[in-house]
């Protein structure tokens, strides 16, 4: 019986399931298509979004009944658009992308604040302490401790007003503050490669309708200046357009946030997961309301209820942080353009050391192309030197070599910064007994534990896990045997310390900086020449300016060419030009010294001489030759369990499954490299495919055709794998 009911609402629910649920629409809700609702599922409650309305005519099945609608805005068409498109392409069920873009919706509301206002009437007794307390007051209500600030008087002036009822406490919700940016305040004088650049840009933006550019500019040539260009353009064009900026890593967040409150008056709003959930949840309702018309965020902003998109900017477009590899995989650079496309709006992708993909796209004519190829102002890209670790090798125990501290005294002497940039985090990379030989791991995991000094415990960097450092060897038990293998960032600090125990030192890396709060104050440090040595991880690689700093040491220039997948070299390539592109700004000019043991190989050679386009042409020609990305396509498969038998068992029933495509190869199942995560197995399939193949058709074909995977196995599908472990 379908009773009184007389439409059917399509309810999507964050959760990995294949599709949307059939609720009956209860009378008079009058839900629309993008309502946050509430439905039973089982004996929960749930909250899921309504991707469409039937007519319940012929249907006699009995269904259950939305609960409730939300108060949150609806999701616009755009968004729900979007989401079923990544799940498409990701080949996963759109639940997932639905879970990430609810993440604020429904996040805690703001909790009310007290604060004090002056009711008017006069205290018993008046001091001028008093007097300023009730001067402050005046202007406007604030919390208890500001208004002691403001006034300068202790709690207790405050306290004894309020019982006195000069003061009452009031509860208040914090406004939230999206004031309007003013796109006609003025912006840098451009110089004029930077202003041919912002032209093109603005007459993409002319055209309208779907436009991708590739901002493609040395580091320091001012991309950051010429997108600002096209967000003015954009936001005085129409009152209503939104604008979203992408960034690779929280840590850059607060310095993008600066630059934009300094150019349009007003701060943008700030989306990543180290934003409190009540601020988050204004941030996601003001995006969906059309009020907040700027947002800098990470990756997951993609997700956002965007009411009307106008402008994607994707900086640092080459970053593999933009690729999600756990959960709900996928590229946000490569969303970012879908999201785009979808909504009609430009997007504009920045870097100093573009993507293959996104180069191949320029040269393809896809994008336009906009090169910079010279520093803004005097300034000059630094001396790039190799230093050859054969001929000069550190000290046992040590891991700078005598040219590179001779360079540092120089620097350090003229008054000068220096960077050492080492992509390891922690003191050591490995912790080895030499008693028995024993490597030690994280259980149950095949992948070595970090020994980190400052917190004093061995930490698994793939899983989590730590531990305080034993003193006995956990496998022999001997005792005092254990030693530190390699170094990290923390250890390269302790000899740089040693050398130079003048120097102001710090390190940055995500366990020194765990909130882009504690990167502002180290960014501003360097930046006030407070800070003379600078040990860093990738975290500091990205984007600052700091204007003193013109030495660049790379500790390992051959870390990440080991391991050898199919981007190494351009990953190594566009790591090293970014962080040797630090050194030098202004009128200083700047060194970096990369110490290597092959100095030989191409991509160093390539670095030295500053050739990129000669490097993008030998690695492009490869690929063009092996089929691979962007002359090709690829797609993983990763199978996980824990009993090793059925996963093999499951692994071969599945190849068998894979349906016979023209133009696709598919490659395994091999064990993993990290064949052992968290007492799990794993084992992998590589599938390679042309270029006009359907590679998602061809994968969701394979799902559909193969076993279903016993319980305890899972299965994920990874498009366009960076990540090869
Ligand atoms: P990129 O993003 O290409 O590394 P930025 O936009 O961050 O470059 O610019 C590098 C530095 O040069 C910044 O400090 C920026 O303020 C300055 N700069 C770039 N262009 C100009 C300009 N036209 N006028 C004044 N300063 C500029």
Known sequence: MTGAMSRIAQVLLPLPLPEAFDYAEPEGMELKVGDLVAVPLGPRQVSGAVIGLKDAYGHNRPLKSVLARHSEPAL????????????????????????????????????????????????????????????AAEAGPLPPAALAAAAGVSSGVIKALIDEGALEVELRVAAPAFPEPDPRRPGAQLNPSQAAAAAELRAMLAEGGFQAALIDGITGSGKTEVYLEAVADVLA?????????????????????????????????????????????????????????????????????????????????????????EGFIYHARDLAVARAKIEQAAVILASATPSLESLWNAEQGR??????????????????????????????????????????GETFERGEQSLLFLNRRGYAPLVLCKACGERLCAPDTQSWLVEHRYSGRLICHLTGFSMPRPERCPHCGAKDSLVSIGPGVERVAEEAAQLFPEARLAVFSS??????????????????GEI??????????????????????????????????????????????????????????????????????PVLQALKAQDRDAFVEAEMAERRLAGLPPYGRLAAVILSGPDAQALEAYARALAAAAPNGEGVEVYGPADAPLGLIRGRRRKRFLVRADRGVDLQAFMSTWRARGPRPPGAIRVAVDIDPYNFL
């Open 532 to 601: 003379d040595v600078l040990v860093a991880t990738q975290a500091a690689a990205k984007g600052h300016n700091f204007p003193k700093l013109t030495l660049v040491g790379v500790v390992d220039a051959d870390l990440s060419l080991r391991g050898g997948d199919l981007r190494a070299g351009e990953r190594t390539y566009q790591l090293l030009a970014q962080v040797s592109g630090r050194a030098g700004r202004a009128e200083r000019p700047g060194r970096a010294l990369l110490q290597t043991y092959c100095p030989e190989h």
């Open 511 to 528: 366990d020194t900086i765990q909130h882009p709060e504690a990167a502002r104050t180290l960014i501003d440090q360097m930046q006030a």
């Open 367 to 408: 994008y336009r192309w906009l090169r910079l190829t010279a520093r803004h102002g005097p300034a000059v890209l630094p001396k790039i030197e190799l230093v050859d670790l054969r001929a000069t090798p550190p000290e046992p125990g040590r891991w700078l070599s005598w040219p590179l501290v001779q360079a540092m």
């Open 237 to 325: 064009r129409d009152r209503d357009a939104q604008v979203l900026i992408l960034l690779p890593e929280i840590a850059l967040t607060q310095q993008v946030i600066a630059r934009f409150s300094e150019r349009f008056g007003a701060e943008p709003g700030e989306w990543h997961s180290g934003i409190a959930s009540p601020r988050r949840r204004r941030v996601w309702e003001a995006v969906a309301t059309g009020r907040c018309r700027i947002v800098v965020g990470a990756r997951s902003a993609l997700f956002l209820p965007f009411r009307k998109l106008a402008l994607v900017v994707v900086d640092e477009e080459h970053d593999s942080s933009y690729k999600q590899d």
């Open 76 to 135: 616009p068409a755009g968004a729900l658009e979007f989401i079923d498109w990544a799940a498409r392409y990701a080949v996963d069920s759109p639940g997932m992308p639905l879970a990430i873009a609810l993440r604020g919706a429904r996040a805690p509301k703001p909790r009310p604040e007290k604060v004090l206002r002056a009711t008017g009437a006069a205290p018993a007794r008046m001091t001028p302490a008093r007097e300023k307390v009730l001067a």
